[in-house]
């Protein structure tokens, strides 16, 4: 049986490393770019940016041996077999299905491989690496396409990293009507109530807050009317959080929140959106998912889901409530604890938002 290795095999770390590796390219309109496997047992890959990528392993069967494989969004043109050596048996670049592109590695028989020690990192938002086995003698690298290309270093006035400088390229919001629309934003816990504490002791109700103040920011330039249940640390009950919404007859209802995971699992990661009930809410939910997911590569798609509760169950409005990663996670606290990614999030939710009002108005 597959096993689905999201959970415990993405870490992210936000550097940019270059070296000069260079392999036949990848004929491909898939969001693999580049890949390559080293002679060092690193597989090293380059992608679109803020891929999401889908990793398992399967154990060997009396057809195939152990496999390793990642899926990646996009369409492979050229299907093809490569032949391994070494530990590799061979090296199978696919289509799973429609619009997917699979690469898959398969060991030979007495490769000894670990898959429970096994963590991609992401090197910068195009580039990833995983060491999958230890060579114990000789073993020829394979590989297509340049998986270390340099990334154009844009500078802006003040000398901004390239990084700062694609956040807000990515983000060109949508416009929508001008005051026509009235958003109430639920930053979750507050005061006497911190919410989930993370590593490091990463609080939720300065991170969700924080968010939550950047999106109403986001927003309001777009003409949007924004009020906040709280604006800082304060002892605010679920009653008084739906009574201010529906007192102020606002088209949608945002909750954001942060996870924990039970026994605080380092390995668990991921995002999810909830809402109550209605197309509405659901059409809300999945375009905040969506957004969110593109600013947190690597990290687990928890989904859209059925939610029940207090705060969108019982407020008037279409209402959704997003986790927007676990403080308990390895993965997602790493980057929670940075202003960049909280930037990035809050750009996300507000993109998502912007999008749900054109839909609808």
Known sequence: MSKFLNNKLFRYLSVFLFLNTQFLPVKSSSALAAWALKNNGFLELRTKPNTNLKAYFQRANQIYGDRFWVDFPGE???????????PIKEIRLGKPNKGKTRLVIEFNEEAYLNPLMWRMVGLNQNRWRIKLFTPKYSFKSIGEGLVEKRI????????????????HNYNQLPNVKQNKFSVVLDP?????????????GLRETDVVLEVSKIVEKLLSEKGV????????????DLPPRVSFANNTDADIFVSIHANA?????????GLETFYFRGWRGRLLAKRIQKQILRVSP????????QGRFYVIKNTRMPAVLVEIGFLTGRLDARRLEKPSHRK???????????EYLYKVG
Do not use: C, F, W
């Open 76 to 86: 492979l043109k050229n299907p093809r077999t490569i032949k391994g050596n070494g």
């Open 344 to 354: 990035r999030i809050a750009y996300a939710i507000a993109k998502g938002i912007l």
């Open 261 to 269: 995971s039970r026994g605080k699992r380092r390995d668990i990661n």
């Open 152 to 167: 154009k270093n844009i500078r802006a006035n003040q000398g901004s990293s390239y990084i700062k400088k694609s956040v």
């Open 225 to 236: 009317k924004v009020r906040l249940t709280r604006k800082n640390e304060v002892d605010l």
């Open 298 to 305: 690597g990290s687990p798609d928890r989904g859209v889901k």
């Open 188 to 200: 979750g816990h507050g005061g006497p109530d911190p919410g989930a504490i993370g590593i490091g």
